[in-house]
């Protein structure tokens, strides 16, 4: 079990990670009305050569953005099961996450046995 001492310390983290990857991807995503974000199309100019840059430039923000979106995603559940009371319990079989992999990645979802 984890205690109160650790559990706040958890719920710290994990606020200060959550404001850490909205800000991140403000940066350079618009979110839409359900809370999802999209890379914005970034403009360096007319020509092929500035096209050709933004287009990879794009796909770069995209895959990033979606890279950070996941990561808030998570991060946002384990606060939502913090104010639960179902935090640091294993998603798939159940059991207590060890406090020392929850202190390692505060927004881990499955114990480390499932993470495997
Ligand atoms: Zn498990």
């Known amino acids: 079990m984890i205690d109160e001492k650790t559990l706040a310390e958890l719920k710290q983290a994990l606020e200060t990670e959550k404001e850490k990857l909205e800000k991140e991807l403000s940066s350079f995503a618009d979110k839409d009305e359900d809370d999802e ?51 640091g319990v294993c998603e798939v079989c159940n059991t207590s996450i060890n406090p020392e992999r929850l202190k390692a990645y505060p927004a881990a979802r499955t114990c480390i046995d499932c993470s495997n």
């Open 37 to 87: 974000y999209t890379a914005r199309y970034v403009d360096y100019g007319d020509s092929e050569e500035d096209n050709a840059e933004e287009y990879r430039q794009h796909e770069v923000n995209l895959s990033l953005s979606k890279r950070l979106e996941s990561s808030l995603v998570d991060t946002k559940e384990a606060l939502a099961k913090i104010n639960a009371g179902t935090y």
